[in-house]
């Protein structure tokens, strides 16, 4: 995170609709919103999905097509050969090119041909262990998305991860060698520094009675490892929220348009929505500060304004005792403060005060 600053990801995702000229609007407008990241999707379409996976719900309802997974996602399929191209587009415009993995091959191409050095792991991939196990043993940071998980599943993915970055190779893959390597010191090491972890619910677009953003705080306090968030509401709310409660990674689905013809485009924000998100992040991330208690540079001129010190209540001789009588507390500041009232009370006064005169 640039300066403790929440990292932003658009999340292109399959918004291009396999057009590449789309993909590169999509990347601009990623860019000129000031996010971090732009993120795409890489899978093969037949190793993603079986000929008898029917489309889910929001998929059907969005693109108005009674058609299987599989019909849908071959139009969507990025070609390996399109990535270096949105990959070098994306150094143009300064913005970190990302793309989640569905299958073993599309990492294996990422990481090796790509040179991508962080990965991040989708939400319906979290109990698919032989991926997480590929992701891991790659080295390389990782983002763990967790919509649809419970806490155990997310431990026992954790504990995969952490068996992966372990590495060691004479031990065989399973239950117990994964919850083994997740209470190693090791293992807790690699997940410390390696891995966060994103709340998410999975559903395009999400009710926000299902959003339950108090669940970001549960995985904090059960892993004590960084986390964010992956949004699929609709409108900026609940991603401000988050960052006000303290997400350390915001992810968020973007479109040219939400009337375009696609199972993701619905729950997308369009470029003005993005850029205003982003930007309302950035100020809250301004309003929450550094966290520590004093007095802000814009504050201090007011200070003898708008507090108050001990004054003479009336006229007061040299020499005559301070009393509640003769004392008074008042603006400006800029005397003696009242928290040291009961020491002057007492003395003697070490020459004439006029009312409303300062004591000194």
Known sequence: MKNGNTLIIAEAGVNHNGDMK???????????????IVKFQTFKAKK??????????????NTGKAESQLEMLKRLELKYDDHFILADYCKNKEILFLSTAFDEDSL??????????????????????????????TGLDIILSTGMAT?????IALGIL????CNNAEEAPSIENFEKAYYSDEGKAYLNNKVSILHCTTE???????????????????FKLP???????????????????????????????????GPDHKASLEPKDLEKMISQIRQIEVINGDGVK???????????IARKSIVAACPVQKGEIFTEDNLAIKRPGNGISPINYWDVIGKQAIKDFEEDELII
């Open 108 to 137: 294996a191409f990422l990481v090796d041909e790509l040179d991508q050095k962080l990965l991040k792991i989708p939400s319906g991939e979290i109990t698919n262990a032989p991926l997480l196990l590929a992701h891991a043993r």
């Open 227 to 261: 986390v964010g968030y992956s949004d699929h509401s609709e409108g900026i709310i609940v991603p401000l929220v988050a960052v006000s409660k303290g997400a350390k990674i915001l992810e968020k689905h973007f479109t040219l348009d939400q009337n375009m013809d």
């Open 204 to 222: 395009y677009p999400a009710p926000l009675v299902d959003i339950n953003l108090r669940a970001m705080e549960t995985i904090e306090y059960a």
């Open 151 to 155: 806490l155990s599943e997310i431990e």
């Open 22 to 36: 789309l993909a590169k609007r999509l990347i601009d407008v990623a860019a000129k919103a000031g996010a971090d």
């Open 162 to 165: 952490a068996f992966g970055f």
């Open 294 to 304: 004093g007095p802000r540079p814009s504050e201090i001129k007011n200070k003898s």
């Open 48 to 61: 993603l999905a079986a000929v008898s996976a029917d489309q889910a719900e929001y998929q059907a309802k």
